[in-house]
């Protein structure tokens, strides 16, 4: 059973604080997502990475960055929480289906910022 | 931009009915597209994909595609409490390095009435 782990399930952060979300998959592949979901705006792409150590931007980058040393690790940083980064964090990753394939999400990672 | 719009809901369905779902797309190069089910407080799980204009049957769930119309809809047959919850409709596209970044609507919220 393929699966994808966020270390956390809830956090609460201080402002100004420097925050890190893990997620580790277990599909060996190469595409890893992070992204975050808000009441009424969906979710949205942060950062995604095809590679080990290649990352490229979401929509909605600022005031994140990312980290990814080993194919099966990719984390997230806030580094300097606010808090409008209070949210709903979600990892992504890929698994094949076949003739495609699709996404599977962790479980999430709900981030309080006070 | 590309946008994945969806009405927000909420759609309300007696149990046993059929439930619609509707899904428009602006990028006439999308290939591929999905649908997700969220239950309140989980992450979103994949319940459907499609490639091909048609239908696409698996149980009480049938996708519909038009890329003509750039249109994609999910029916639920014979609805079930255990249906209600938010529908999310997702779009393959191309960005940078990644082939498989998805771009998400925000959601339809399901209620099946018992």
């Known amino acids: 059973d393929v699966k994808v782990t966020q270390s956390s399930r809830y956090l609460v952060k201080r402002t100004g604080e420097k925050v890190f979300l893990e997620c580790v998959q277990d599909?060996?592949?190469?595409?890893m997502f992070w992204y975050r979901q808000d009441p009424g705006l969906g979710l949205r792409l942060i950062y995604f990475?095809?590679?080990?150590?290649?990352?490229e931007k979401g929509d909605i980058p600022e005031g994140y960055s990312v980290s990814r040393e080993k194919k099966e690790r990719f984390s997230l940083i806030l580094e300097s929480a606010s808090t409008n980064q209070t949210s709903m964090y979600l990892c992504?990753?890929?698994?094949?289906?076949?003739?495609?394939?699709?996404?599977?999400f962790g479980s999430g990672t709900r981030l309080t910022v006070v | 931009q590309k946008e994945v719009e969806q009405n927000s809901g909420p759609l309300s369905v007696p149990e046993g009915a059929i439930a619609s779902l509707n899904c428009t797309y602006s990028?006439?190069?999308?290939?591929?597209f999905f649908w997700y089910r969220q239950y309140s407080g989980k992450s979103p799980e994949l319940i459907m994909s499609?490639?091909?204009?048609g239908d696409k049957e698996d149980g009480r769930f049938t996708a519909q595609l038009n890329k003509a119309s750039q249109y994609v809809s999910l029916l639920i047959r014979d609805s079930q409490p255990s249906d209600s919850a938010t529908y999310l409709c997702?779009?393959?596209?191309?960005?940078?390095?990644?082939?498989?970044?998805?771009?998400f609507g925000k959601g339809t919220l399901l209620t099946v009435n018992p």
């Open positions: 992504a990753s890929i698994i094949s289906l076949g003739r495609g394939y699709g996404y599977t």
């Open positions: 599909m060996d592949h190469e595409n």
């Open positions: 990475s095809y590679d080990v150590k290649m990352k």
């Open positions: 990028d006439r190069g999308s290939q591929s």
């Open positions: 499609i490639y091909s204009n």
């Open positions: 997702a779009v393959k596209g191309y960005s940078g390095g990644s082939n498989y970044k998805l771009t």
